[in-house]
């Protein structure tokens, strides 16, 4: 039996197979094992949302739209459920909202969190147009660290930071996602209260540092 629950499992599955560099029906049904099924592949291709040739499985425009979508809501339920719900176990629930999200409230959900590039497990989410109208326009509940104030509490939700420098620099200072910082001072420099140590950070690295205030 064929839902379209199950048809997404299979789409999700070939958008990740082609972030791993492409595959086949062969790998497919490797990587779901008794969740495959050749129903769902056979109803995702009359809906015009595949194409198969042989043993090769590629998107059409919808098909790929489709995915995009549903990756792009498990990906943010994840740290919804991580960061700001506090739930350790986060893909149980992230399962569940990506098939009942629609785009609003997806889109809804990108803004809470700051429009953020990358889920828990450090795989990109899809860009929405609430990315693309552009971050600093809307309200977002979660906030660079620079937007604290002095004696103000936030936890660290996501790090923005480009270089593998900065990666490393925050994260040997213990700053990381789940980390509550207390701001010290923001002049000359940055510096936060980790609860174990008091960090100095500049500016630009301070920024990348992405928060929910907590008070
Ligand atoms: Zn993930
Ligand atoms: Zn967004």
């Known amino acids: 039996m064929t839902d379209t629950r199950n048809e ?10 082609e972030e791993e560099g492409g595959g086949s029906l062969t790998l497919l049904r490797t990587h779901m094992g008794k969740d495959y099924d050749p129903l769902d592949i ?16 590629a998107f059409t425009d919808p098909g790929r739209e489709r995915a995009r979508r549903l990756i792009r809501a498990h990906r943010l339920a994840e740290l ?5 719900l506090g739930v ?3 893909e149980a629930g992230a399962c569940e909202l990506e098939h009942l999200a629609d785009t609003k409230v997806v889109d809804g959900i990108c803004t809470l969190l700051g429009h953020p590039a990358c889920c828990p497990h450090g795989l990109p989410i899809p860009r929405g147009d609430c990315c693309r109208a552009g971050a600093r326009e809307v309200t977002s509940v979660v906030v660079p660290l620079t937007e604290l ?3 103000k509490v936030g936890r660290v939700v996501f790090l ?8 490393r620099l925050l994260g040997t200072s213990q700053i990381r996602p789940g980390t509550e910082l ?12 980790t609860g174990t140590a008091a960090v100095a950070l500049d500016e630009a690295v301070a920024a990348t540092v992405k928060v929910l205030p907590l008070g």
């Open 88 to 90: 350790p176990d986060f």
């Open 80 to 84: 919804l459920v991580r960061d700001i």
């Open 42 to 57: 056979e109803s995702l291709s009359r809906q015009g949302c595949l194409e198969v040739r042989g043993d090769e499985v």
């Open 182 to 193: 207390r701001v010290r001072q923001r002049r000359p420099c940055y510096v936060v209260d």
């Open 8 to 17: 997404d499992e299979h789409l999700e599955r070939i958008w990740r197979m």
């Open 149 to 151: 104030e002095p004696g």
């Open 160 to 167: 923005e930071a480009s270089d593998e420098r900065e990666i």
